[in-house]
């Protein structure tokens, strides 16, 4: 058994067995839905028909709708999909690249972040096709045989490449989170009691069986996945770049495009899985698996990706006027000062000054403040893109054709939509889907869940049989000592406490259910650790608990509901 | 021949993987285990070889390179070369850096899509497949284990669950194959 040092903050928090885990993650899929899911889901979907119907309106009638002008041929929609690709990046990163490098914190996040990527590259995808006017056309772009004597598609041209690149990334990332989910969809079937479901989710599952060798096959087409993946996320952004950088617009040809674009993609991604799982973790309750610490880890990916958007914004600058290229010059010194300078002061300040935010402490490890910094870090990635685009665009070769760009309503419905259409998705997951992934949890429990964290410490690294004895005086201090750091844990805490009371009561009504189960719990309770602490502590200290849970419980609450509030 | 199927259950990881060692100490053969994940380090104690997956990814892998390189090749080259902003392109080498980013792209899918689609058939996983794990709990917290009786002929079906009862199992069951 792989052991962590003590010193490392646990990652799951809170008494958890296999099987609470299990149930945690099970439970929001079997039980109906809160109200909060129907009236959010009522709006986005309302927001997307709005969107839909845009883009039905759009199609009908010709790109002409849009507010693009001779000089502006690319705006909203070109930078709506770039935004919406990088959002797209900070799940393959979690999964893959974290998976590389061994971060055992990925794995309470990487399921909804690969989800969100994937509903992000849907979203992107749909942009490139409507510009194409004729969506119907949109086979086009593969190398197809044709009438026109065999008139090949350019795979010299960056916009081919994207093509491959973006298709690429969205089967993987489908394929990579698909293999992920197929155990996860095993252990819904074996406990969904409704037939219906029970069928549906035996479809989903492919007949799982979870055997050693399924298992290490499982492993290995992970890491082989991540392998392939981490290459892909950096080469997807690059070439969208190279959309920009390889054309000869002063303010787009600039070498440092694909590592500018990819940092700028990741702190986005990163930024927009903070959004969905800071309100995803109040709304399913998973504060004991998306802790504070994994928070603050993701915060910090956001300042560095953050900072080194800023030294490209910086270099980007001094090489303009380094260069001594006066339109190079001009297109910069237009963005800040010229008509558009709104919109670069918005990417300016939301992007270089607020994530560095987070170098304080208090900062970083607050949701409230997490949050709100994660929409304007989103809103600062859509003024870059917009400013790159448009600003370098809109003073054209000859004074004459210089124009400006004024949305219409189906630029902002369109745009709006997507939003809409990417948060319903995101919503159908979080009701049907398992939101983490369960059954990789399991594997870092023993290393790295708190309890079994605070038993090795107090064994002094020995065997598991000597924990038996010391949890019935250590747990109480659980509860006293964490919530000092913060005040979430003592909810978790008071949370777990009612939980095991309420597994209790089962036993007691119902003796006659079954052998199998009753038999099973009578022998948990004498052999496994985690039961009889637990067990023991709810008929000690409930009252303690749920002291500390209701007086603290407060603060926590309220920073929540403002959260809630800003999301509507 | 009467083969029967033995499945022990345990409720824990650690004690499985020492239950494995020492059954198979014995010299009782395991014939498979059934968990809700991965047990690390129990594959060689079980005597289950690592997985070639990764050969064949490599193997796809070349494929797609191969592909999307005679494919640009005759495109751009042979069928229609086009003179393209005045770039030569009338040899694969002169052309090849912008082939680069499709060719990676395409390896990239090949050994990704590939695999997928072996591992899914190896592990016969497939839309509509049932399951053919023995106990529905093994997908929550229980690890069986299972042990066929044509295979340890030296054994007698009271030594083996003799043997699994010692070792911390939790529960027994026998079937007939």
Not at chain 1, 170 to 189: C, E, K, M, Q
Not at chain 1, 449 to 465: D, L, N
Request: proline fraction near 5%; charged fraction near 20%; aromatic fraction near 12%.
């Amino acid at each position: 058994m792989q052991r962590e040092a003590a010193i490392r903050e646990p990652l799951i928090l809170g008494e958890k067995s296999y099987h609470d885990i299990t149930e945690d993650i099970c439970k929001p899929i079997e039980s109906k839905a809160p109200r909060a899911w129907y009236v959010m889901i009522t709006i986005t979907g309302l927001i997307s028909l709005w969107g839909i119907g845009c883009i039905l309106y759009l199609l009908g009638t010709g790109i002409g709708v849009w507010g693009l002008n001779k000089t502006v041929g690319w705006a909203w929609d070109i930078t709506n999909f770039v935004w919406w690709v990088g959002i797209g990046h900070a799940g393959t990163l979690i999964s893959a690249v974290l998976l590389l490098f061994r971060q055992k914190w990925r794995m309470a996040v990487n399921r909804s972040a690969e989800a969100m990527t994937i509903f992000a590259v849907m979203m992107a995808a749909l942009f490139p096709g409507i510009h194409m006017g004729r969506i119907w056309l949109a086979y086009w772009v593969l190398p197809l045989p044709n009438q026109f004597g065999s008139l090949w598609v350019n795979f010299n041209s960056p916009l081919l490449w994207d093509v491959f690149a973006i298709s690429t990334y969205f089967t993987v990332s489908l394929v990579f989170w698909y293999i992920g989910l197929i155990p996860d969809f095993a252990t819904i079937r074996d406990r969904m009691t409704k037939p219906k479901a029970k069928k549906v989710y035996s479809t989903l599952s492919f007949g799982w069986t979870g055997d050693a060798k399924a298992w290490n096959r499982f492993e290995i087409v992970s890491l082989v996945l991540a392998g392939l993946a981490t290459p892909l996320v950096f080469s997807v952004h690059s070439i969208v770049s190279m959309d920009f950088a390889t054309s000869v617009i002063p303010g787009w040809h600039t070498t440092i495009f694909p590592p500018y674009f990819v940092s700028g993609a990741v702190f986005s991604g990163f930024a927009m899985v903070l959004t969905l799982l800071l309100v995803m973790r109040k709304v399913m309750h998973l504060e004991s698996y998306i802790t504070i610490k994994h928070v603050e880890y993701m915060n910090i990916v956001i300042i560095v990706t953050g900072s080194i958007v800023g030294v490209a914004y910086l270099t980007e600058l001094f090489v303009s006027w380094y260069s001594g290229v006066e339109y190079e010059s001009y297109a910069f010194i237009n963005r800040a000062t010229g008509k558009y300078w709104w919109s670069y002061w918005a990417m300016m300040t939301c992007n270089v000054i607020s994530p560095q935010l987070f170098w304080f402490k208090k900062i970083r490890t607050s949701l409230t403040a997490t949050f709100i910094l994660s929409i304007v870090v989103n809103i600062g990635m859509w003024f870059e893109r917009f400013v790159i685009i448009v600003t370098s665009l809109h003073r054209d070769y000859i004074p004459s054709s210089w124009s400006m760009f004024h949305p219409t309503f189906v630029d902002i419905g369109i745009f709006v939509g997507t939003i809409g259409i990417f948060f319903t998705l995101f919503l159908l997951f979080a009701r049907f889907f398992p939101v983490l992934a369960l059954n990789e949890l399991k594997t870092i429990l023993k290393s790295s869940g708190e309890y079994y964290k605070k038993q090795y410490a107090i064994a002094g690294g020995g065997h598991a049989e000597v924990e038996m004895e010391t949890p019935v005086e250590e747990a109480p201090k659980a509860v006293e000592e964490t919530p000092v750091e913060d005040t979430t844990t003592k909810a978790v805490a008071a949370e777990a406490t009612d939980a095991e009371e309420q597994k209790e009561a089962p036993v007691e009504e119902a003796p006659t259910v079954e052998e199998t189960p009753e038999a099973s719990t009578e022998e948990k309770a004498e052999e496994a650790a985690p039961e009889t602490p637990a067990a023991e502590e709810s008929s000690e200290e409930p009252q303690d608990a749920e002291d500390a849970g209701s007086t603290e419980g407060e603060e926590p609450s309220d920073e929540e509901d403002n959260e809630d509030k800003k999301e509507d | 021949m009467s083969d029967k199927v033995l499945y022990a259950m345990f409720d824990d990881d650690g004690t499985l993987m020492s239950a494995a060692k020492k059954i198979v100490g014995k010299g009782v053969k395991v014939k498979d285990v059934f968990s809700p994940f991965p047990v690390h380090g129990l594959d060689p104690i079980i005597g289950v070889k690592h997985t070639r997956l990764g050969i064949c990814a490599f193997l796809y892998g070349i494929t797609g390179t191969s592909l999307a390189l005679l494919g640009m090749w005759y495109f751009m080259v042979h069928d229609w070369p086009m003179n393209i902003g005045g770039k030569p392109n009338f040899t694969l080498y002169q052309n090849i850096p912008s082939f680069i980013p499709v060719t990676f792209e395409f390896t990239v899918f090949c050994a990704a899509h590939g695999m997928a689609l072996t591992y899914l058939l190896r592990n016969k996983t497939l839309p509509g497949l049932p399951a053919r794990n023995p106990d529905p709990r093994t997908t929550d917290d229980k690890f069986v284990m299972e042990i066929r009786t044509s295979e340890n002929r030296s054994f007698s079906a009271d030594e083996l669950n003799a043997l699994l009862n010692d070792s911390g199992a939790i529960e027994l069951e026998e079937k007939e194959v």
